[in-house]
């Protein structure tokens, strides 16, 4: 059966350096894969992880109902994520996965309706995987934050990697938040459109936290604002949660622009409130770990 979506990624394990709480499950195909499996689509996953994660991981995507294709690593990518305050993140990388190749990417169909690449680091994703997905006929959406990131191991050093520097964007859907945009613009002296026409992008969603955050077109901006939360429990995953949301209202739903970030921010808010996919709902579960290792 032919997928609506096929998302490359790792998927993440990942740690407060603060709560006591258990390590959750995270990365992009974490919160967009399962927010647009429960938007009724089929969703296929190719991710790279440590043999020990397989079936925990395996067991809380499928019963999300995503199918999933995991390649060995020696380690499972894991960020430790810290909240000082509002927007602001910090982030550790404390080990990666192996990079997708082709070879990994290969087992799922050859000519899937939307390829979703969600790099959490600049090595997640092989160059050549990159080229091959650029390159098909696929419509692409792109989550660049990881194409920011170096791959190191220690605190996050965000800059335009060598990576992204040698890429051909092309692709329907570009999101980044309004720091990346930041970074961006500073390192290729453009504005939102220039950065349109450069990677031949169609729609550029740039989020602003509890800002909202604007739609961008060779023709139009869209501004959007999240709805009112009090007191969140924690950001981590909205903005995932509303470009797959975006995707979703844009291509299967056929909704026009605005009220596709409508409805898009609106699960954003949920997901902050913690109402969409709960916090418990991502707790690794240790002892199944241990047990598979």
């Given amino acids: 059966m032919p997928h609506d979506v096929t998302m490359l990624g790792s998927i993440t394990r990942d740690r407060d350096p603060i709560s006591a709480q258990a390590a959750r499950w995270g990365g992009v195909p974490t919160y967009a894969g399962i927010t647009l499996a429960r938007r009724g689509l089929r969703v296929g996953l190719v991710s790279n992880l440590a043999a020990p994660d397989h079936s925990p991981a395996r067991r809380l995507l499928e019963a999300e109902g995503l199918l999933c294709r995991f ?13 000082p305050g509002g927007d602001v993140r910090r982030q550790t990388i404390v080990s990666t996965a192996r990079p997708i190749t082709p070879e990994d990417f290969q087992p799922l169909p050859s000519h899937p309706g939307i ?9 997640d994703i092989d160059p050549a995987t990159y080229r091959r997905c650029f390159d098909s006929a696929a ?13 190191a191991v220690g605190p996050v050093v965000e800059q335009v990697t060598d990576t992204l520097r040698r890429m051909n964007v092309n692709c329907r859907f570009l999101k ?10 500073a390192h290729f002296g453009v504005g939102p459109r220039d950065l349109l026409r450069r990677w031949n992008v169609d729609e550029m969603l740039i989020t602003m936290g509890s800002k909202g955050g604007v739609i961008v077109t060779a023709a139009t901006s869209v501004d959007f604002a999240p709805p009112t939360i009090a007191t ?8 995932d949660v509303m470009f797959s949301a975006y995707i979703a209202a844009r291509t299967f739903d056929r909704l026009c622009i605005e009220r596709a970030a ?30 598979q290792a």
């Avoid at 390829?115 to 090595?123: C, K, Q, T």
């Avoid at 419509?139 to 791959?151: H, V």
């Avoid at 969140?232 to 903005?239: E, I, L, Q």
């Fill in 71 to 83: 390649g060995d690593s020696d380690h499972t990518t894991t960020f430790i994520n810290a909240y």
């Fill in 115 to 123: 390829i979703y690449l969600g790099p959490v680091h600049e090595r």
């Fill in 176 to 185: 980044l938040s309004q720091h990346e945009f930041d970074i961006l613009a």
């Fill in 139 to 151: 419509t692409l959406a792109l989550d660049i934050q990881g194409l920011l990131r170096l791959s």
């Fill in 262 to 291: 409508q409805t898009a921010a609106h699960v954003a808010g949920r997901q902050v409130a913690g109402e969409h996919i709960r916090p418990t709902a991502l707790v690794i579960a240790e002892d199944e770990r241990a047990a």
């Fill in 232 to 239: 969140p429990p924690s950001p981590t995953g909205a903005g």
